[in-house]
Antibody, heavy 121, light 112 residues
Framework: EVQLVESGGGLVQPGRSLRLSCAAS????????MHWVRQAPGKGLEWVSG????????GYADSVKGRFTISRDNAKNSLYLQMNSLRAEDTALYYC??????????????WGQGTLVTVSS | QSALTQPASVSGSPGQSITISCTGTSSDVGGYNYVSWYQQHPGKAPKLMIY???NRPSGVSNRFSGSKSGNTASLTISGLQAEDEADYYCSSYTSSSTLEGVFGGGTKLTVL
C-alpha cells in the first residue's frame, strides 16, 4: 500500500524558515517523480514544486521560486521542501504527491494527508 | 503559470450527466496529453479520477470519463450520485524544459 506521510508543519513567523519532510513507502521511491502541492484554507489546489526521480529536473511555481528548495533522498525514501522567507500567503496545507512517471508529467496518483503551515506573527 | 479555467460551480440531479470544462493554452492542456482530474471531498486529500486525458485508474467508476479538444479538457460524470458531490480540479503538465504543473481553480459539483 502506497503511503506518503508529511511532517514538519507548524506555526512560524513571517520571514522565518521551515523544512517539510515526506516519508514514502509501499512503492519503489526512486522510480518516480514527486511533487509538493498546497491548499490555502478554503481555496483551491496550487502546485508548488516538483522533482524528477534522480533530481535531474526540478521546477517551482513562480510564487515560491527563489525562496523554496525541493530535494529528495532516495536512500531514505524521503522528499523535502525547504521553505525560506516565509510569507503570510504561504499559509496552507502542504501535500506530498507521487507522480505516475519518473520524469514527472504531473500525473499524481497518490497524495499524503498534508501538513499545515501557518505563517503569522 | 496561469491557472487553468474551470467553472466555479455546476449542478445536476441524481441520474443526470454533467460536464466540467477545463480551458488552458497550447502550452499546457493543448500541448500535452498529461491532463488529470481530481475529486476532493471536504477535509480529505484529492483523489485521482482521470489521467492522461481519458484514462481511469483502477477502482474509479466508469461513470467518470474525460476528453480533450484543442486547449479545453472535459470531465463528464454520468448517472450522478449523491456521493459525487465534491470539488473537482483539473491539472496539466505545462513545460518541456523544467518540471512544472498547473491546476484549474476547481469546480464545486452540487447534486440536487
Amino acid at each position: 500500500e502506497v503511503q506518503l506521510v508529511e511532517s514538519g508543519g507548524g506555526l512560524v513567523q513571517p520571514g522565518r524558515s521551515l523544512r517539510l519532510s515526506c516519508a514514502a513507502s509501499g512503492f519503489t521511491f526512486d522510480d518516480y517523480a514527486m511533487h509538493w502541492v498546497r491548499q490555502a484554507p478554503g481555496k483551491g489546489l496550487e502546485w508548488v514544486s516538483g522533482i524528477s526521480w534522480n533530481s535531474g529536473s526540478i521546477g517551482y511555481a513562480d510564487s515560491v521560486k527563489g525562496r523554496f528548495t525541493i530535494s529528495r533522498d532516495n536512500a531514505k525514501n524521503s522528499l523535502y521542501l525547504q521553505m525560506n522567507s516565509l510569507r503570510a500567503e504561504d499559509t496552507a496545507l502542504y501535500y506530498c504527491a507521487k507522480d505516475m512517471a519518473s520524469s514527472g508529467w504531473f500525473l499524481v496518483d497518490y497524495w499524503g494527508q498534508g501538513t499545515l503551515v501557518t505563517v503569522s506573527s | 503559470q496561469s491557472a487553468l479555467t474551470q467553472p466555479a460551480s455546476v449542478s445536476g440531479s441524481p441520474g443526470q450527466s454533467i460536464t466540467i470544462s477545463c480551458t488552458g493554452t497550447s502550452s499546457d492542456v493543448g500541448g500535452y496529453n498529461y491532463v488529470s482530474w481530481y475529486q476532493q471531498h471536504p477535509g480529505k486529500a484529492p483523489k485521482l479520477m482521470i489521467y492522461e486525458v481519458s484514462n481511469r485508474p483502477s477502482g474509479v467508476s466508469n461513470r467518470f470519463s474525460g476528453s480533450k479538444s484543442g486547449n479545453t479538457a472535459s470531465l463528464t460524470i454520468s448517472g450522478l450520485q449523491a456521493e459525487d458531490e465534491a470539488d473537482y480540479y483539473c491539472s496539466s503538465y505545462t513545460s518541456s524544459s523544467t518540471l512544472e504543473g498547473v491546476f484549474g481553480g476547481g469546480t464545486k459539483l452540487t447534486v440536487l
